[in-house]
C-alpha cells in the first residue's frame, strides 16, 4: 500500500494520489477477474451508485455495497460486516463504474488489513465491453 499522504506544504493533485494509490495495489483485468470470481477465489464488489446499476445492469453474484457503507460491511471484526466478510485473508476485487473510485476504494481495504483486495481496471465498463455475464438490475 502506497504511504503517499499530502501535508498543506506538498498539495498534490487527483491524478497524482490515483498513481501512488495504484502502486500499491496488484489491479486485475475484468477477464482475469472472471475467471477468478468463477473460480469462487475471489469476492466481487459493485459500488456503483443505483442509477449506474438501473442503468446499466448488474453482475450476477457479485456483492453490491454502496461506496460510504464498503469498510463497515468488509471489515472481518466489524459489528456490521457482510457474512463473506470472514477473513482479512479474503481476496477481495472492488469495482467502481470505470475504475477510479474503486482504487481507492481498495486501498482502504488495504488500510483496514483486507491485504489481498484489490480493484478492477477500466471497473464496470470494461467489464461489459469484454462481453462477460451482465444482467439487467431488476432482474
Known sequence: MSSFH????TRTSVDELLEATRRGLDRISARDAFAAFEAG???????????QR?????????????RN???WRLDPRGS???????SHDLRVVVLCNEGYASSFAAAS????GLRRATDLIGGFQAWKEAGLPVRESGA
Do not use: F, M, S
Not at 456490521?80 to 470472514?86: D, F, G, I, K, N
Open 80 to 86: 456490521h460486516r457482510l457474512p463473506q466478510a470472514t
Open 6 to 9: 499530502a501535508t498543506p506544504a
Open 109 to 112: 481495504l488495504r488500510q483496514l
Open 41 to 51: 477465489d475471489v469476492l466481487l464488489v459493485d459500488t456503483r451508485y443505483q442509477a
Open 54 to 66: 438501473e442503468r446499466d445492469g448488474v453482475i450476477p453474484g457479485a456483492v453490491l455495497v454502496e
Open 69 to 71: 457503507e464498503l469498510e
